[in-house]
């Protein structure tokens, strides 16, 4: 249930709940932090990819805000489910990131290698994918 979700994810956020399923020294933890907190842990190799779903839904939640996300993900008034608007996102974020990296490639063709390189083991490569090239590219705007 994501609208429960958004009780327990970020203590900053209006629906926080003041409770979560991780408490320290008597201080609920936002969900969150779960990654800050396990990252180093055989236990985060367990809830890695469920954080990393609940993060995306929420990035998306709160960057809309509780009305426009529903009425975003719904049809016909039923909410759509958890998987299915994961799905969307991640084709929106494929689209995005493609669009971007084309627009990189046009806008620097003449210094495309020189702005989108790193370094790794001393030896200076192009970045190849469409999701690392499309990140610098926003950054750089």
């Given at each position: 249930d994501?609208?429960?979700?958004?009780?327990?994810?970020?203590?900053?956020?209006?629906?926080?709940?003041?409770?979560?399923?991780l408490?320290?020294?008597?201080?609920?933890?936002?969900?969150?932090?779960?990654?800050?907190?396990?990252?180093h842990?055989?236990?985060?190799?367990?809830?890695?990819?469920?954080?990393?779903?609940?993060?995306?839904?929420?990035?998306?939640y709160?960057?809309?805000?509780?009305s426009?996300f529903?009425?975003?993900?719904?049809?016909?008034?039923?909410?759509?489910?958890?998987?299915?608007?994961?799905d969307?996102?991640?084709?929106e974020?494929?689209?995005?990131?493609?669009?971007?990296?084309?627009?990189?490639?046009?806008?620097?063709?003449t210094?495309?290698?020189g702005?989108?390189?790193?370094?790794?083991?001393?030896k200076?490569?192009?970045?190849?994918t469409?999701?690392?090239?499309?990140?610098?590219?926003?950054?750089?705007?």
């Amino acid at each position: 249930d994501i609208d429960h979700l958004s009780t327990i994810w970020d203590d900053m956020w209006p629906s926080w709940a003041g409770n979560s399923p991780l408490v320290i020294k008597n201080e609920p933890i936002p969900l969150k932090h779960f990654r800050t907190v396990y990252i180093h842990t055989q236990r985060w190799k367990m809830l890695k990819q469920q954080w990393s779903k609940w993060n995306f839904l929420m990035a998306e939640y709160q960057s809309l805000g509780p009305s426009n996300f529903w009425a975003k993900w719904s049809k016909n008034g039923i909410p759509e489910k958890p998987s299915q608007i994961l799905d969307s996102l991640k084709a929106e974020r494929r689209a995005r990131d493609q669009r971007d990296a084309t627009a990189a490639k046009e806008e620097y063709v003449t210094d495309f290698g020189g702005t989108f390189a790193y370094r790794k083991g001393g030896k200076t490569f192009t970045m190849k994918t469409e999701r690392v090239i499309a990140g610098k590219f926003r950054k750089l705007k």
